[in-house]
């Protein structure tokens, strides 16, 4: 979330945050030595007037 608030300049604060979370397995869909993972942040974003 730190990120999301870096990259758009100009918002003060997050709402309504949802986080995605997708294991990935790179041999044929097993996942014994070797996990990757994909992390998606999406959010609502405000500023204070």
């Keep these: ?3 999301l608030l870096e990259e758009n300049d100009g918002y003060d604060f997050i709402f309504y945050p949802q986080i995605e979370k997708k294991t990935t397995c790179p041999i044929l869909g097993i996942c014994l030595i070797n996990r990757g993972f994909n992390v998606e ?3 609502k974003l405000g500023t204070f007037k």
């Design 1 to 3: 979330m730190y990120n």
């Design 41 to 43: 942040v999406k959010a």
